[in-house]
C-alpha cells in the first residue's frame, strides 16, 4: 500500500467529521476532505517531519474552509432544490430529549471562532496543543475559546430546551382550546 493510501485511510474520517462539523453538509464536507488530500498530493512532499502530516491535514482543511467561506460571503450560491430544503419546516421531536445529533445542530449555530476549537477538541479529540498548530493561535486562545464556547453551546442547549417546553404548552393548550 502506498503512503498515500494509507495516510488517506489512517485520517479520512477524522477529517470528514471535522469538515462536516464545519461545513454542515455532508457533500461540501467531503470536497473539503478531497481538496485537502489533493492538496497534500501537491505539497505533502515539503513536509520534512512527517509525524506532523496529522496536523498539517486538518489545518489545511481548515484553511481551505475559511477560504471557501470567505468566497461565500462575497459570492453567494443558491440551488433551487437547496430553497426547498430551506424553506420546509423542522419538526421538534420532543419525546428524546436533547442528543448527540441535536448537540452537534446546536454547534454548528455558534460563531465560527468557538465552533471550530469545540469540534477538534469534543469530536475529534485533539490537545489543545494540536488545535493552536491546527487554528495557528496561541494556546491560551484556543482554551479560552473552547470555554467560551462551551458556555455559548450551554445557552443554546437551554433556549433549546426552554423552547421545546412552550411549543409543548402551547400544542397542549391548542388542543384543549381546539
Same mark, same amino acid.
Given at each position: ?10 485520517h479520512?474520517?477524522?477529517?470528514? +467529521? ?45 484553511r ?18 437547496? *430553497? ?11 419525546? +428524546? ?20 476549537p ?21 494556546m491560551?486562545?484556543? *482554551? ?9 453551546? +450551554?445557552?443554546?442547549? +437551554? ?20
Amino acid at each position: 500500500m502506498s503512503e498515500f493510501q494509507e495516510l488517506v485511510d489512517q485520517h479520512y474520517q477524522p477529517l470528514y +467529521r471535522f469538515a462536516y462539523s464545519m461545513a454542515k453538509s455532508p457533500d461540501r464536507a467531503a470536497d473539503l476532505v478531497q481538496q485537502t488530500f489533493c492538496i497534500w498530493a501537491q505539497k505533502g512532499h515539503q513536509l520534512k517531519d512527517r509525524s506532523k502530516a496529522k496536523t498539517w491535514l486538518f489545518t489545511t482543511l481548515y484553511r481551505e474552509h475559511l477560504s471557501h467561506a470567505r468566497r461565500s460571503t462575497r459570492f453567494p450560491e443558491s440551488d433551487i432544490e437547496d *430553497m426547498d430544503y430551506q424553506l420546509s419546516t423542522e419538526e421538534l421531536d420532543t419525546s +428524546r430529549g436533547l442528543d448527540g445529533k441535536r448537540a452537534v445542530e446546536l454547534l454548528q449555530r455558534l460563531d465560527e471562532t468557538f465552533r471550530a476549537p469545540l469540534a477538534l477538541f469534543f469530536l475529534q479529540q485533539h490537545s489543545y496543543k494540536e488545535i493552536a498548530a491546527i487554528l495557528d493561535v496561541p494556546m491560551g486562545t484556543v *482554551m479560552s475559546r473552547i470555554s467560551r464556547g462551551k458556555e455559548q453551546l +450551554r445557552s443554546k442547549m +437551554r433556549l433549546d430546551a426552554d423552547s421545546k417546553i412552550i411549543n409543548m404548552e402551547n400544542q397542549g393548550k391548542a388542543k384543549i382550546n381546539g
